[in-house]
């Protein structure tokens, strides 16, 4: 973005003046203005009307006293391109165009784009098709509905592709802080990617959320996301939206593994951004980072006032891999002189009725708990009643604020959870924000949220000691094509793959090549309409002798015919057997249109699709991206060595892996696909046992 542009969208977000163009959407506007404070001049452009919403109005453009800083535009869309030529003329700052009608509607929409695309000049436009633009730091608004929200001078940036989603956030009763609220639509200049550009270097933004229906350039918004990243601004994600897998990869098991809401997943995992699954975890995620900030760790001390909540707690957190240290002896002995005789000294810990209510008590049991454990987050359980029942309210507020105190001195990031998420009243919800506390609703929301805080923290710190190479340049062929296996195994061997020794051979020329080969042997059968050999009977192995091998020879001719008769083949692949492995993987490396080069690492053999056990990555990968990839996998077990079987050397296991990554690399426009598996591993050493290859043929 140039200097000028960046210069025009501060004018955008904090305007000295706006200008409202249109009718009955413009005055709705202009209220919403007046709601958020603005309390700069507001001028209205509408040749029909004398006056609107009190103000004004101009005929044109030109009639307006001095060049806006903003615009709101709401003007049929034929319209528009000019009006933004003018405005640009004139040397106007920013505009929201709510206009709908555009690419989002039809070929001629998609026309009108371009135009006011090409009349935009140094100007920024958010839209069209748009809700548009709320900042509650600066008090503007450039929006088209009543919006809700609260900004206690920080919060998060929030950016949408759906208009109404960003409206529903505003009027959540989460107490969310918010300091802007943009709704992209059509993102014709200003889109997500840009808006994280921009936001994360406000201080005043502790959190940007994106909600994504879809990027269009990749490598861009993974610039974007590492300059997040760099300056410590946490980005969380809720990804909607599903990709249908293009026709060509349908072939491949790791194609539909690895579809396009994995592949955004690896993206997220590259560049430290936080991915959610539902918009309540959303907004309970931002609001921890915004009041509580990213803990160093998962290393929790709980509080709870009921043994009940204490194993809702543990339970969770051991689920989704929180810590609740435990107390040393000595911590023991100094808590059990706090806590009443009923009490049980653990973490979770619950301190009991006798003393609730009674801060001069619980505030010790709160301060000593931190400072004799190792803990990295502070958690206390509070449901507070009713309105109406509230006669004891004063009584959590006692406890909830001797543990605001408590936790302040320790410098722990802190939370007080309710159970029910209802069942903490926004008067609550502000207090405790008052005192640095996030007012958290749902209990799995809330440990669900410290986990992924804990994760952006330690993703930071790993990305930024060693920074991703950037994406490859995504790229389309016109024609794939697939190769034989026996043709995809001298890639993988020149790779640096080992493959079985093997030899293509038809006829008797079958029987001579086994005999070479030793026994026993694989046999399978090569035709260009064989993707899966093992759906179609075209795979025999460990064959003892000749006689055996004659037979299967025949068998197998039998069965492909009746699978396919266009798939029968006399040519044959004899390899030797590979010995028993340790673990078997399923390797795939695809290009895709949008992310480049992935990778898909997971469990192999026959259970691959059954078991979906896998994670993707995009290229180029670390090493270390590699190991924290075959970590996750639940194959990962027999690689570290189960039930006294070796363990895998990973070092030597990671080393091939990045071998085949480079060979993909180095020939990205002729890959189209490659799928191994299984692929065995050994203690020292890997073997791919079955290849499928496609290649670019332009």
């Known amino acids: 973005m140039t200097p000028a542009k960046r210069q025009n969208f501060e004018r955008l977000l904090n305007p000295r003046h706006i200008a409202f163009i249109g009718g009955s959407d413009a005055a709705i506007a202009i209220g919403e203005a007046r709601r958020a ?77 371009e135009e006011l695309k090409s009349a935009l000049g140094d100007m920024v436009l958010v839209g069209p098709n748009c809700y548009g633009l709320v900042n509650y730091v600066g008090r503007s608004a450039l929006w088209p509905f009543a919006h809700g929200g609260s900004c206690p001078g920080y919060g998060a940036a929030i950016i949408t592709q759906s208009g109404m989603f960003s409206s529903d956030i505003t009027m959540s009763q989460r107490s969310l802080p918010l300091a802007y609220m943009a709704s992209a639509g059509n993102q014709a200049d200003l889109g997500l990617t840009e808006f994280v550009d921009l936001m994360c270097e406000r201080p005043e933004v502790r959190a ?7 990027l269009s350039d990749i490598p861009a918004f993974e610039r974007a996301a590492l300059k997040a990243l760099h300056v410590g601004t946490p980005i969380v994600a809720l990804k909607t939206g599903s990709s249908v897998i293009g026709e060509r990869l349908t072939v491949s098991h790791t194609g539909s593994l690895s579809g396009s809401n994995e592949l955004y997943q690896a993206l997220f995992d590259r560049v430290g951004v936080i991915s959610v699954t539902n918009p309540a975890q959303f907004l309970e995620t ?58 049980t000294v653990s973490n979770p810990l619950d301190y009991t009725t006798p003393i609730w209510g009674q801060a001069d008590k619980t505030e010790l049991v709160f301060a000593e708990s931190f400072k004799h454990i190792p803990a990295q987050t502070a958690l206390l359980v509070q449901d507070y009643p009713a309105k109406g ?40 919800r502000e207090a405790l924000i008052a005192q640095g506390v996030a007012p958290m609703q749902g209990i799995h929301e809330t440990l669900n949220a410290i986990r992924d805080a804990a994760w952006w923290a330690q993703s930071q710190r790993r990305i930024l000691t060693c920074p991703p190479q950037p ?95 266009q798939a029968l083949s006399d040519v044959f692949l004899v390899e030797a057997m590979g010995a028993p492995p340790l673990a078997e993987l399923v390797v795939g490396l695809r290009h895709d249109p949008q992310f480049g080069l992935a990778m898909t690492l997971g469990s192999g053999g026959i259970l691959v ?68 598996n299984p692929l065995f591993v050994y203690d020292d050493s890997v073997l791919a046992v079955d290849c499928l290859m496609h290649l670019n043929r332009d």
């Open 208 to 214: 940007i959320g994106l909600h994504i229906e879809g």
């Open 37 to 113: 404070g603005f309390a700069g001049k507001m001028w209205v452009v509408n040749p029909k009307r004398e006056a609107m919403c009190g103000l004004p109005c101009v005929a044109n453009l030109s009639d307006l006293p001095e060049a806006p800083d903003a615009v709101f535009l709401a003007i049929p869309a034929p319209a528009v391109p000019q009006a933004i030529s003018d405005l640009n003329h004139l040397g106007a700052g920013g505009i929201v165009c709510y206009t709908a009608g555009f690419s989002e509607a039809h070929q001629a929409g998609r026309k009108l784009e």
């Open 471 to 565: 994406l490859l340049t995504a790229h389309s062929a016109t024609c794939v094509a697939m190769i034989s296996e026996a043709e995809a195994k001298e890639q993988l061997f020149m790779a640096g793959i080992p493959v079985p020794s093997g030899r293509v051979a038809k006829g008797e020329d079958v029987f001579e090549a086994a005999q070479e080969i030793g026994y026993p042997v694989a046999l399978k059968m090569m035709s260009p309409a064989l993707a899966h050999k093992t759906e179609a009977g075209a795979v025999a192995l460990n064959i003892p002798d000749e006689a055996t091998l004659r037979a299967e020879v025949s068998h197998m001719k039998t069965r492909v015919a009746g699978y396919a008769e």
């Open 286 to 343: 931002l609001k921890f980072l915004c009041i509580a900030g990213a803990p160093a760790g998962p290393d929790v001390m709980g509080f709870t006032c009921s043994g009940g909540g204490a194993t809702m707690l543990a339970d969770h957190g051991e689920v989704i891999g929180l810590n609740y240290p435990d107390p040393d002896g000595t911590t023991r002995q100094v808590l059990e002189t706090l806590l009443p005789p009923i009490a």
């Open 389 to 428: 029942l509230d006669e004891s309210e004063q009584l959590y507020l006692n406890d909830g604020m001797a543990f605001a105190r408590a936790a302040q001195q320790a410098g722990l990031p802190a939370a007080i959870c309710a159970t029910i998420p209802e069942n903490m009243g926004a008067h609550i």
């Open 609 to 676: 699709e059954l078991v979906g056990d896998t994670r993707s990555l995009l290229l180029p990968a670390s090493e270390e991206e590699l190991r924290i990839a075959l970590q996750s996998l639940r194959v990962s077990t027999f690689l570290e060595g189960f039930r006294g079987k070796s363990r895998v050397n990973i070092e030597a296991l990671i080393r091939a892996l990045s071998a085949l990554a480079e060979y993909a690399m180095q020939n990205a426009g002729d890959i189209a696909e490659i799928e191994i």
